[in-house]
């Protein structure tokens, strides 16, 4: 029997991949892992459910989107710029970590995860949300429910969410431009990040 296969070419953490010959059916998250030793993606549901596989497309038009890896097929991403958990630490020429982003730091100082399985979509997902409020800033009396809005979809079995949603609240409001002086618009909600 033989396997269709396509040629996929992408960005991943800035730095170009591809042409690489796969799989047509192969799933992003293990194109990530078996074809470029990502390992840091984690396959938790394999139905896109619970977003520890949560990865982050980089748009043309400067938004960023959250999508889960583990039922987004490669080739569906081909030509795209993503960035992996690997991604977000600043690092020298050598490769080795010299200061996290922002919420990676965050998360821990609050001591947000026991296992940190589910940690890697977390950040991501976390990135995506503050990324969009960097264009669209909130009333700062909406914040939780922002937050709240925007980290839903991701689950955690160990922690119980509240430090890991009390990080992503810190980093908002401790970050000139996300937010607005203002009355909190009435039912306090923004849509769901992706």
């Known amino acids: 029997m033989t396997i ?8 991943v953490n800035g730095r170009p991949v591809g042409p690489v010959e796969v799989p047509q059916d192969l799933m992003m998250l293990e194109f990530l892992q078996e074809y470029l030793n990502l390992t840091g993606t984690r396959y938790g549901c ?7 596989c949560t ?15 583990c039922i987004t097929g490669a080739a569906y991403l081909n030509g795209a710029r993503i960035r992996t958990i690997e991604g977000h630490a600043t690092r020298d020429d050598a490769g080795t970590v010299t200061a996290l982003s922002a ?50 979809r991701h689950i955690c079995r160990c922690t119980g969410y509240v430090r890991y949603l ?12 996300l937010t607005v002086d203002g009355p909190a618009r009435p039912g306090g909600r923004e849509g769901d990040a992706p």
Not at 170 to 176: E, G, Q, W, Y
Request: proline letters at 4%; glycine letters at 8%.
């Open 4 to 11: 269709a296969t396509t040629a996929v070419s992408l960005t």
């Open 55 to 69: 990865i982050i497309i980089d748009h043309p038009d400067g938004r960023s989107e959250a999508v889960a890896s």
């Open 46 to 52: 394999g139905q896109g459910v619970c977003r520890a």
């Open 166 to 177: 009390t990080a992503v609240k810190d980093v908002i409001l401790s970050t000139p431009g």
């Open 103 to 152: 919420i990676q730091q965050a998360y821990l100082e609050h001591f947000s995860f026991q296992c940190s399985y589910c940690t890697p979509g977390f950040v991501n997902g976390a990135t995506v949300l503050i990324e969009r409020l960097a264009r669209e800033p909130v009333n700062r009396a909406d914040v939780e429910q922002v937050v709240l809005d925007g980290m839903n």
